[in-house]
């Protein structure tokens, strides 16, 4: 119980972040019956239980590493191929919105790999995630970057070849 409440307590710090609560939630699950078979106590030998979520939260860290990195070689190869013009050239125009950090990986390997990318991010409000990526896009040599607000996504998406969105929680 006192574990779940911390989980919890931490993934409330930013609930609109499914990630966190989804990670809190794998590591818990796989902490809590680890716990419960070596006979710890969570009121006895806290030091032992909380030596068992580290490690479970470790773990899970690990397998998601692994899970983005697969995920992140597999967009690049597709997106790549769609990529690939008549002419000889790669180019390609995104359309995403807020910030994440594997849509940024992503396009940061599509960029390496010599493909001219066009993005189109929204702003995504109230927190204004998206103004975020746009810097950062184009720090990292996009093509040209176009930032609009929420509601101008409808007027936009037909200009773009593909709409690429974060979903780490999905990856597994």
Known sequence: SYVRNAAWHLASTRENMAPIAN??????ADAVPKILKNGVSLLHDIESAKTVVLESIEEQERALRTRNDALIEQSCRVIESLAKRHDGTSKISIMTLSLSSTVTRVIQGLID??????????ESRPLC???VAAKQFHAMGAETVTLITDAQLASYIEKSDIALCGADSLTA
Do not use: F, N, S
């Open 129 to 131: 995630e998206g103004v």
């Open 113 to 122: 790999g010599g493909i001219a990318v066009d993005i189109t991010v929204c």
């Open 23 to 28: 990670g809190l939630a794998l590591a818990l």
